[in-house]
Nanobody, 121 residues
Framework: QVQLVESGGGLVQPGGSLRLSCVAS????????MRWYRQAPGKQRELVAS???????NHADSVKGRFTISRDNAKNTVYLQMNSLKPEDTAVYYC???????????????WGQGTQVTVSS
């Protein structure tokens, strides 16, 4: 069994910062790509940022210069540092990881339960 657990969401004023964390645990042989998605009410889920196992990162244009994805491979953890937050960043943020578990030959996608981020004055 593999689990992803996010933490760090909450209510913040515009211009503020939050740091999200996501820990992968369980029967993990290898973690490949790790990503953050978000979904605002009435909108489709969108990719926010991604990190390969080698540390290559990509960020959506809407968050470039404000958000930074990073990871600690030894801890199977991915982070999302969010600065200069705007009301339009309000959404449920989901962690996603492509993981090979013990007993499996193939990697598959795993998702966390989501953490709410609300940016409001």
């Amino acid at each position: 069994q593999v689990q992803l657990v996010e933490s760090g969401g909450g209510l913040v004023q515009p211009g503020g910062s939050l740091r999200l964390s996501c820990v992968a645990s369980g029967s993990i042989r290898r973690v490949d790509a790790m990503r953050w998605y978000r979904q605002a009410p009435g909108k489709q889920r969108e990719l926010v940022a991604s990190s390969s196992s080698g540390g290559i990162t990509n960020h959506a244009d809407s968050v470039k210069g404000r958000f930074t994805i990073s990871r600690d491979n030894a801890k199977n953890t991915v982070y999302l540092q969010m600065n200069s937050l705007k009301p339009e960043d309000t959404a449920v943020y989901y962690c996603n990881a492509y993981i090979v578990s013990y007993g499996s030959l193939w990697a598959r996608d795993y998702w966390g339960q989501g953490t709410q981020v609300t940016v409001s004055s």
